[in-house]
């Protein structure tokens, strides 16, 4: 059986969480010895040209996700291209992705589908014109997906529920696939000389449902009533807040920092904070279970799924509660925070488990 992947996201942005799990995909895959094609658009002399089947025009990776470009790819090229290369069973590895036009020959179409807040949540957009055409297109392109696909494989119960609320007719088709958590670069030898011996670790702050504005307005009131809670460093754009809010002291924002940066980041947090309102999988939580670090999460969505039961939690919708866990995160880590133990949690989506479960959702989706 020939196997196609969108590659997309990989060329996009290759250290995004998704192209991590489009990455972890891939080696699963060709792990179980299927015959893997990969498919994808690129500018003139990047790599992927070779390694994927592309189109002949040139798209800057900048640009993949702008409509007309999807456009041209899934109902343009994409159809013909699976075709020509005897395409038996496809995963669209982003949302959405399945061709417009279903060739005969396709055999069976998978999606990977990590979450549906593009559905459900205001996104960060430039304009409000924008906003308008990108949801448009995420409604447009999501929804078939959905009702073409033959198997949809979640990250998490959380969002195949939310899936399911939404078009109830995907329900019996969805199976969860928890994401691939591979271990992190070995960390910089060196720490940060410019960060304090003591922090608490944010990443990711981009989307509004990261809900960083109330996390920073508990933590300022805090430390203003005389609590000694410890810095906080942010991987993100200081320009996802309030100026106001970004120049608060104590806080401290890395962008564009490498993996063995970030993995050094997440060995000397003293605890990972994860404030979303919803998330469909939270990979940073499982990161820094990884390298024994404790985490205190937001309940309601999937983080109530990956977390061990022992970490703090916190409505991140009350002031009072979340206040209550960083008073409790200040105290420092808790009994059942052992490093060891820690890391055996995360283990649970170790590349050896995550293999076996894509080898048994291949088997069914193949029947």
Known sequence: MRIGIDYRPVTAAPHSGIARQVLALEQALLAEGRELVRFSMAPDGHPHQQLAICPPASVASNGLHRPRTRMAFELGFLPGALRQQGIDLYIATANSGLPLRRPA????????????????????????????????????????????????????????GELARLYP??????????????????????????????????????????????????????????????DLVLVGDRADVDAELAGLAGLHWRSGVSDVQLS????????????????????????????????AVATGSALDE??????????????????????????????????????????????????????????????
């Open 105 to 160: 020959t396709l055999r069976r179409q998978v999606l990977l589908l990590h979450d549906v807040f593009q559905l459900t949540l205001p996104g960060r957009h430039a304009t409000w014109l924008h906003g308008r055409v990108y949801g448009a297109m995420d409604r447009f392109l999501i929804g078939h997906a959905v009702r073409a696909a033959d198997t949809i494989w979640t990250p998490s119960q959380f969002s195949a």
């Open 169 to 230: 007719g995907a329900r019996a088709r969805t199976s969860v696939l928890p994401n691939a958590v591979l271990p992190l670069a070995v960390p910089s030898t060196v720490a940060d000389p410019a960060l304090p011996a003591r922090y608490w670790l944010v990443v990711g702050t981009r989307e509004p449902r990261k809900n960083i504005p109330f996390l920073l307005q508990q933590w300022r009131a805090l430390r203003g009533e005389g609590n000694p809670l410890p």
């Open 306 to 367: 990956i977390t061990p039961p022992q970490s703090l939690r916190f409505d991140p919708r009350s002031a009072t509660s979340l206040r209550d866990a960083l008073l409790a995160a200040a105290c420092g880590r808790g009994e059942n925070e052992a490093r060891e133990t820690l890391i055996t949690a995360a283990q649970r989506y170790a590349a050896g488990p995550y293999q076996q479960r894509v080898a048994q959702l291949l088997q069914a989706a193949s029947r």
């Open 264 to 295: 050094r980041l997440y060995h000397d947090a003293e605890r990972l904070l994860h404030p979303a309102t919803a998330e469909g999988f939270g990979l940073p939580v499982i990161e820094a279970l990884g390298c024994g670090t404790p985490v």
